[in-house]
T-cell receptor, first 116, second 112 residues
Framework: GAGVSQSPSNKVTEKGKDVELRCDPISGHTALYWYRQSLGQGLEFLIYFQGNSAPDKSGLPSDRFSAERTGGSVSTLTIQRTQQEDSAVYLC??????????????FGPGTRLTVT | SQKIEQNSEALNIQEGKTATLTCNYTNYSPAYLQWYRQDPGRGPVFLLLIRENEKEKRKERLKVTFDTTLKQSLFHITASQPADSATYLCALPTSGTYKYIFGTGTRLKVLA
């Protein structure tokens, strides 16, 4: 079946603009995660969803970042007033459920964001 | 704070040899540990999970060990092939939450 998809694959934006990044998880996966990967850095956890609920938003780097998930499916990560330090690859992953060791994460290909 | 360290230098080995990658962690007692493979321009792909009560786990040519005393996991690829060339990441769940901490990864290059 189809894997996790993300759009756009690449986004170039000017500093100060808002951007929306989209994630379509695998059908039936109730858990969804967003990560950020900067050059030479590990994956930085941003937020996770169980259904439409995000119980812990402490990983979001600043209040310019927000995320939502609707219908237990598609998720959008929004970055307002983008800054150059926001440039990174944003990765989305989904899993059948939040369950620690029982459910592996399936990652999408990522969105490469460049802020000029 | 909780930290994961992987050798950031690339590892070059000859085809057919065994590659060994290291993941060390501090300030942490994870219930399990995961290894992922990441190819350029793609998202990570899950490979293996090992629990704290397991010393070793195998899957085809892959073997993972987990030493909770040393706070270290070793990832081995036996009979390595050029197709195994990729970056390998280890990941740990933070205690009491569903967040994961990933290492920066080790880039493996298998030379033909």
């Amino acid at each position: 079946g189809a894997g996790v998809s993300q759009s756009p694959s690449n986004k170039v934006t000017e500093k100060g603009k808002d951007v929306e990044l989209r994630c379509d998880p695998i059908s039936g996966h109730t858990a969804l995660y967003w990560y950020r990967q900067s050059l030479g850095q590990g994956l930085e956890f941003l937020i996770y969803f169980q259904g439409n609920s995000a119980p812990d938003k402490s990983g979001l780097p600043s209040d310019r970042f927000s995320a939502e998930r609707t219908g237990g499916s598609v998720s959008t990560l929004t970055i307002q007033r983008t800054q150059q330090e926001d440039s990174a690859v944003y990765l989305c992953a989904s899993s059948l459920a939040l369950g620690g060791s029982r459910y592996e994460q399936y990652f999408g290909p990522g969105t490469r964001l460049t802020v000029t | 704070s909780q930290k994961i360290e992987q050798n950031s230098e690339a590892l070059n080995i000859q085809e057919g040899k065994t590659a060994t990658l290291t993941c060390n962690y501090t300030n942490y007692s994870p219930a399990y540990l995961q290894w992922y493979r990441q190819d350029p321009g793609r998202g990570p792909v899950f490979l293996l999970l090992i629990r704290e009560n397991e010393k070793e786990k195998r899957k085809e040519r892959l073997k993972v060990t987990f030493d909770t005393t040393l706070k270290q996991s070793l990832f081995h690829i036996t009979a390595s092939q050029p197709a195994d060339s990729a970056t390998y990441l280890c990941a740990l769940p933070t205690s009491g939450t569903y967040k994961y901490i990933f290492g920066t990864g080790t880039r493996l290059k298998v030379l033909a």
